[in-house]
């Protein structure tokens, strides 16, 4: 610490408003300007940018690439009368309540609950595995998944004595389904559980007592209490789901747009096939979904932290 | 853990009570062993086709060997991507502390007029425009600013993306510091950004630990911005690199694959148990997307 000096420190008048360093306004703005230009830059400009670049015919190549024209709502006309975009709206929304909502949310709440009532032990091995799965970067995900699900040297056909079934090819949704299950379950587990521990055990334990089974002691012991878990869990994991571009490594979309999602649906229009402006549009209706959603979660956010 | 509670009244109930445990120990035996594998066996790969003689797509105990790492140390392509995601995780973790300390204590100690609208906005947004809805303008933007191919402008993106959480996060921490050192600090004449780096900072060091970690572990594994944003192979990172691993015969390569995962995989995945165990910080670590 430098030994006291004249300084500028304590000639200002001291208020109690929690400003302890004597930063004041104008140097709090200076402290904040480098992150909010970063963050206008490069998150908040490219969102409003796809409202304009939605109306326009942008190409990434040939003459709409230079001279894009205006081409009003054309794009979300488009979008709305192709069938692509709607078989790749429904594929989605099976992937999110599949994997999100019912894979993730309750095999999470199941292992959660499940390990409330096993040794230590037993319990740090599983939440072990399950985070794994959560941790290892992606890319080698996928992979495994790849390897376990091959056609001619895949773990799952020695396993399930399949023959040669290819699972990726024949089966594209269901796998990456259940590979985002396997990937995104840790969180639920997590959230969960310490949901759970926030259950007085001394309710439980009386409700026992009046001889509740397991099933109504779920019902009205636990759940009023992780009722508010619950909604948040699945609004997060939604949203993450809805947003995950993962499963391109797995099927590509394919085959045949079958586990073509709007991620990979966008992808592939926007930087494979070149049409900037339909992709745009698309990215917008992604981004109102995602608005939504995460409106409802900052809401309920806003309730339980008042 | 529910241990054996069989009441010793009359036979029927106690019998009925005794299946009935038995059942709920079947069930949860069963169950925890089903969960296991299907947690466990795709991971087996991981573990074992590295260190084997000739590694397969199907799991199966190696004939062991070290030569796997050895291809790997081989290729240049290889090891210069590990070094990428290390450029990019760094280089993202560095903007966010620097930048989202100073954000979150400026709104942490000062009341700037509109401020949680602000923090609950920024939050908002990062929520929304996510890196697969906004794939689109960003690459147009990366195009326009000529930072196509640029490991700059691929950290600026990303962090850009994950500034929001950073300072929402950051800002409770700051909050709950204390603050008679700052005070103390500024009688003896220290200017903020003396008392920033000086007292704040040590004070919140688990946080902004939470925080390294956590935007090292967004970066390393992210696929999607470097896969856009990066054209020449030399400076993409590891995540996007692994796909390019095929032998001369078009067939995956799987020694180098192997042993490749391993590598990419362990340095995250130790700093996730390290800062979890020092920490604690389950809860948000939750945050990975």
Same mark, same amino acid.
């Given at each position: 610490?430098?030994?006291?000096?004249?300084?500028?420190?304590?000639?200002?008048?001291?208020?109690?408003?929690?400003?302890?360093?004597?930063?004041?306004?104008?140097?709090?703005?200076?402290?904040?300007?480098?992150?909010?230009?970063?963050?206008?830059?490069?998150?908040?400009?490219?969102?409003?940018?796809?409202?304009?670049?939605?109306?326009?015919?942008?190409?990434?190549?040939?003459?709409?690439?230079?001279?894009? &024209?205006?081409?009003?709502?054309?794009?979300?006309?488009?979008?709305?009368?192709?069938?692509?975009?709607? *078989?790749?709206?429904?594929?989605?929304?099976?992937?999110?309540?599949?994997?999100?909502?019912?894979?993730?949310?309750?095999?999470?709440?199941?292992?959660?609950?499940?390990? @409330?009532?096993?040794?230590?032990?037993?319990?740090?091995?599983?939440?072990?595995?399950?985070?794994?799965?959560?941790?290892?970067?992606?890319? !080698? @995900?996928?992979?495994?998944?790849?390897?376990?699900?091959?056609?001619?040297?895949?773990?799952?056909?020695?396993?399930?004595?399949?023959?040669?079934?290819?699972?990726?090819?024949?089966?594209?949704?269901?796998?990456?389904?259940?590979?985002?299950?396997?990937?995104?379950?840790?969180?639920?587990?997590?959230?969960?559980?310490?949901?759970?521990?926030?259950?007085?055990?001394? &309710?439980?334990?009386?409700?026992?007592?009046?001889?509740?089974?397991?099933?109504?002691?779920?019902?009205?012991? !636990?759940?009023?209490?992780?009722?508010?878990?619950?909604?948040? *869990?699945?609004?997060?994991?939604?949203?993450?789901?809805?947003?995950?571009? @993962?499963?391109?490594?797995?099927?590509?979309?394919?085959?045949?747009?079958?586990?073509?999602?709007?991620?990979?649906?966008?992808?592939?229009?926007?930087?494979?096939?070149?049409?900037?402006?339909?992709?745009?549009?698309?990215?917008?209706?992604?981004?109102?979904?995602?608005?939504?959603?995460? @409106?409802?979660?900052?809401?309920?956010?806003?309730?339980?932290?008042? | 853990?529910?241990?054996?509670?069989? /009441?010793?009244?009359?036979?029927?109930?106690?019998?009925?009570?005794?299946?009935?445990?038995?059942?709920?120990?079947?069930?949860?035996?069963?169950?925890?062993?089903?969960?296991?594998?299907?947690?466990?066996?795709?991971?087996?790969?991981?573990?074992?086709?590295?260190?084997?003689?000739?590694?397969?797509?199907?799991?199966?105990?190696?004939?062991?060997?070290?030569?796997?790492?050895?291809?790997?140390?081989?290729?240049?392509?290889?090891?210069? /991507? #590990?070094?990428?995601? #290390?450029? #990019?995780?760094?280089?993202?973790?560095?903007?966010?502390?620097? #930048?989202?300390?100073?954000?979150?204590?400026?709104?942490?100690?000062?009341?700037?007029?509109?401020?949680?609208?602000?923090?609950?906005? %920024?939050?908002?947004?990062?929520?929304?425009?996510?890196?697969?809805?906004?794939?689109?303008?960003?690459?147009?933007?990366?195009?326009?600013?000529?930072?196509?191919?640029?490991?700059?402008?691929?950290?600026?993106? %990303?962090?850009?993306?994950?500034?929001?959480?950073?300072?929402?996060?950051?800002?409770?921490?700051?909050?709950?510091?204390?603050?008679?050192?700052?005070?103390?600090?500024?009688?003896?004449?220290?200017?903020?950004?003396?008392?920033?780096?000086?007292?704040?900072?040590?004070?919140?060091?688990?946080?902004?630990?939470?925080?390294?970690?956590?935007?090292?572990?967004?970066?390393?594994?992210?696929?999607?911005?470097?896969?856009?944003?990066?054209? /020449?192979?030399?400076?993409?990172?590891?995540?996007?690199?692994?796909?390019?691993?095929?032998?001369?015969?078009?067939?995956?390569?799987?020694? %180098?694959? /192997?042993?490749?995962? %391993?590598?990419?995989?362990?340095?995250?995945?130790?700093?996730?148990?390290?800062?979890?165990?020092?920490?604690?910080?389950?809860?948000?670590?939750?945050?990975?997307?």
């Amino acid at each position: 610490m430098p030994a006291p000096a004249a300084g500028t420190g304590p000639s200002r008048a001291v208020v109690d408003d929690g400003d302890v360093a004597g930063l004041g306004k104008a140097r709090a703005m200076a402290f904040l300007a480098p992150a909010l230009l970063l963050v206008s830059l490069f998150l908040v400009f490219p969102a409003l940018w796809t409202l304009y670049l939605g109306l326009t015919n942008y190409r990434l190549s040939g003459s709409a690439a230079k001279n894009p &024209q205006f081409v009003g709502v054309d794009n979300y006309i488009n979008a709305l009368s192709d069938d692509r975009f709607f *078989n790749s709206l429904g594929l989605t929304l099976i992937f999110v309540f599949g994997s999100a909502v019912i894979g993730q949310s309750a095999l999470g709440f199941a292992i959660a609950w499940t390990m @409330t009532r096993v040794r230590k032990s037993v319990r740090a091995v599983v939440e072990f595995f399950v985070l794994l799965a959560w941790i290892i970067p992606s890319s !080698v @995900t996928t992979f495994l998944w790849y390897a376990m699900l091959d056609r001619s040297n895949g773990t799952l056909n020695a396993m399930l004595s399949t023959g040669n079934t290819a699972w990726l090819l024949d089966y594209p949704l269901q796998s990456i389904i259940v590979f985002n299950t396997w990937v995104g379950t840790a969180f639920s587990m997590l959230l969960f559980s310490s949901a759970l521990a926030s259950v007085p055990p001394s &309710q439980l334990e009386s409700a026992r007592m009046v001889g509740a089974g397991a099933w109504a002691q779920f019902r009205d012991v !636990v759940f009023p209490h992780i009722r508010g878990h619950v909604l948040t *869990n699945t609004l997060l994991i939604t949203l993450w789901t809805f947003n995950t571009f @993962t499963p391109y490594l797995l099927t590509a979309g394919g085959p045949d747009d079958r586990s073509n999602i709007l991620p990979i649906f966008i992808y592939r229009l926007a930087l494979n096939d070149g049409a900037l402006g339909q992709g745009s549009a698309i990215s917008l209706i992604m981004i109102i979904i995602n608005l939504v959603i995460a @409106t409802v979660y900052l809401r309920l956010l806003k309730e339980r932290k008042a | 853990m529910t241990a054996v509670q069989g /009441s010793t009244s009359t036979a029927g109930p106690e019998s009925r009570q005794m299946l009935r445990h038995f059942l709920g120990l079947m069930g949860k035996s069963v169950f925890t062993a089903l969960v296991l594998a299907f947690f466990v066996i795709p991971v087996l790969w991981l573990v074992f086709a590295p260190f084997d003689a000739h590694p397969g797509l199907n799991v199966k105990l190696p004939e062991f060997t070290f030569n796997n790492f050895k291809v790997l140390l081989d290729n240049p392509t290889a090891i210069a /991507s #590990l070094g990428n995601s #290390l450029i #990019l995780a760094l280089g993202s973790m560095v903007v966010v502390l620097v #930048l989202g300390s100073l954000a979150s204590y400026s709104l942490s100690r000062v009341k700037i007029p509109g401020r949680d609208l602000l923090l609950y906005t %920024l939050l908002l947004l990062s929520s929304i425009i996510t890196g697969t809805a906004a794939m689109v303008p960003t690459f147009l933007l990366m195009v326009k600013l000529g930072l196509i191919d640029s490991q700059f402008g691929v950290i600026l993106v %990303l962090s850009g993306g994950i500034l929001p959480t950073v300072i929402f996060i950051l800002k409770d921490f700051m909050d709950s510091t204390p603050k008679s050192y700052e005070e103390s600090a500024r009688l003896y004449g220290a200017k903020p950004l003396r008392i920033l780096w000086d007292v704040v900072i040590p004070l919140a060091r688990p946080g902004l630990a939470t925080i390294a970690v956590w935007a090292v572990v967004q970066v390393w594994g992210n696929f999607l911005v470097p896969y856009i944003l990066l054209r /020449s192979p030399s400076k993409s990172p590891a995540a996007v690199v692994m796909y390019t691993f095929y032998t001369e015969g078009g067939q995956p390569n799987l020694a %180098l694959i /192997s042993a490749f995962s %391993l590598l990419f995989s362990i340095p995250v995945v130790a700093m996730y148990f390290f800062v979890n165990r020092r920490y604690g910080f389950r809860f948000h670590g939750g945050i990975k997307s």
